[in-house]
């Protein structure tokens, strides 16, 4: 697979020849990534690339534990084995570190009584999946019932946890129209915790149930924590993926579906046929009809014509949408950019904006947004 790619000589950012080059290099990210045992094949300077790209994309610690488990690391070039090592290292250092934060947050909500529902990677972990593996962490994302959510941040604020620096606007912005509480920050460890109420905002065009995600949730082990379905999971994940206005971690999200579908498939024979029924119980077709695409299209990932029927969309908006996610998913590094992922990030932010609000609340919402950046530009200047 990787020889066709082929690197292009260069002197500076400038002299890139940006459209060989984009395509090359993203095929070289995701080769390396999907078939780790190809990286013997690579000589230093494609290493040098490929490095940066995995960093730039949040995946070195992907590609890291994929070559270890290939047992191949020994075989790589001196100089690149100790990035490696260290990217591994890193990624079980923030395993175990969310683990035990988690466990922190349960001991100060578990008086209250209810379930609390892990997202995102804090449940992949908690819950031992596949896609946990070598993944590298953010925040703690919780759901719980909004009419319990006072109560919530009430027992976070009393063990250690506080709404951090947010000014008056995007307190009552949070409040009144987003799915979640501004980011609660510890105020001894530094850790943030994001509680949440539902997976899309208030104001958002879709309006999933959370009643019915929480209704369907299964618990851990350890209380008081649940985690979604498998359906809900994977569904969360391609519509907090689809539904962002920036790719940042885009093909690491990407990586995360792709490992969920395969270990759910794996393990229940009726999951595509289930799938696609409960993207349309929660309202959310679309974000699954994209990861079909994108699934398929970046990893190759293998899934059956019935489910991609089931969700099937118009010819012609998925090529519009291609124009945006084929070159927004490859990462935001010189090496991968062009004047096509400029313009792709720039309709992907809007695009993002405008699936999260009305345009009324949008178009005040940026305007104030960006006097306040204007203005303390200013206020610098001075």
């Known amino acids: 697979m990787v ?3 082929k690197r292009v000589k260069r002197t500076g950012a400038a002299k890139l020849r940006r459209g060989a080059m984009t395509q090359s290099c993203g095929k070289l990210l995701l ?47 001196a100089p690149v084995r100790p990035h490696l090592i260290a990217a591994s290292a890193l990624a079980q250092h923030q395993r175990r570190a969310v683990i035990w934060e988690t466990r922190h947050i349960g001991t100060a909500l578990s008086a209250l009584g209810i379930p609390i529902v892990l997202l995102k990677g804090a449940a992949y972990s908690m819950a031992g999946l596949q896609a946990a593996t070598g993944r590298l962490y953010g925040d703690v994302d919780i759901l719980v019932p909004a009419t319990r959510i006072n109560e919530v941040e009430a027992a976070l604020m009393l063990h250690g946890w506080s709404a951090g620096h947010v ?38 065009r879709n309006h999933p149930s959370a009643e019915k995600l929480l209704a369907a949730s299964l618990a851990l082990p350890e209380a008081p924590f649940h985690v979604l379905s498998p359906c809900d999971m994977v569904i ?9 206005g920036e790719l940042n971690n885009g093909l690491r999200d990407l990586f995360d579906l792709d490992a969920l579908v395969q270990e759910y498939a794996e393990n229940d024979a ?3 046929t289930t799938l696609p029924e409960r993207a349309k119980e929660l309202d959310l077709e679309w974000p699954l009809r994209l990861a079909f695409r994108y699934l398929e299209r970046f990893l190759g990932t293998r899934i059956p014509e019935q489910a991609k029927t ?6 012609i908006l998925a090529s519009l949408r291609d124009v945006m996610y084929l070159p927004g998913f490859l990462p935001d590094h010189p090496l991968c950019s062009g004047y096509r992922s400029f313009l792709a990030r720039g309709l992907l932010y809007l ?19 960006a006097f306040i950046r204007l203005y303390k530009n200013k206020s610098r200047s001075c």
């Open 3 to 5: 020889g066709s790619y």
């Open 167 to 204: 000014d008056a606007y995007d307190n009552r912005y949070y409040r009144r129209w987003m799915h979640e509480l501004p980011p609660m920050v510890n105020i001894k460890r530094g850790t943030v915790v994001d509680v949440h109420h539902n997976i899309l905002p208030l104001t958002a």
């Open 310 to 315: 089931s969700v099937k969309q118009s010819p």
């Open 270 to 272: 009726s999951f595509w």
């Open 31 to 77: 080769d390396a990534v999907r078939t780790p045992a190809m990286a013997v094949t690579l000589d230093l300077r494609s290493w040098d690339d490929l490095l940066r790209l995995a960093r730039r994309a949040n995946l070195i610690s992907r590609l890291a534990e994929g070559i270890d488990q290939a047992g191949v690391l020994n075989k790589l070039p």
């Open 236 to 244: 969360h994940c391609a519509t907090h993926l689809f539904h962002e």
């Open 351 to 369: 695009r993002g904006h405008y699936l999260r609000m009305p345009l009324r609340l949008l178009a005040w919402h940026l305007g104030r947004k």
